[in-house]
């Protein structure tokens, strides 16, 4: 399914046109118009899925084959040191277009440094415990 409404929607399926890095039946992959790093891109599905929670198996199966293989080009291709898979569900984790999308993000030695990372902060065992339960009582 398509939403008219959706930015997403529509560079996925060629409304809008993009810096296109690869595509397929299912996805469109584009370079993000405001990167964290040189050649930063965006893999979209071509069907609407506001996040990961609603992402179909048809898609989600390939989706981390694909990442890769984009991956391993842009370190060939534009011989970055590294990349991260960055993939941003709800406002609170950062998301800001409701289209499900994996962000490729190439990282060089020479930086910049700051990208997806963050404080780590103090956890004691028994807590840790009491999460662990929550979440898996919650499948
Ligand atoms: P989010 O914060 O939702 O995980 O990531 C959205 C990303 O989409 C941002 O990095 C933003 O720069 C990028 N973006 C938003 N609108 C457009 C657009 O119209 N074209 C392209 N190429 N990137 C977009
Ligand atoms: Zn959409």
Partial sequence: MIDENCIFCKIANGQIPSATVYEDE???VILDMGPATRGHALILPKEHFQDVCGLSETYSKDILPLAAKIG???MK???C???NLVQNNGEAAGQ???HFHMHVIPRYADGPRNIASWEPQ???GEELKVLAEQIKNAF
């Fill in 26 to 28: 299912k996805f469109k």
């Fill in 81 to 83: 040191d590294g990349f």
């Fill in 122 to 124: 103090s956890a004691d």
């Fill in 72 to 74: 391993c080009a842009m």
């Fill in 77 to 79: 291709g534009l011989g």
């Fill in 96 to 98: 800001t277009v409701m």
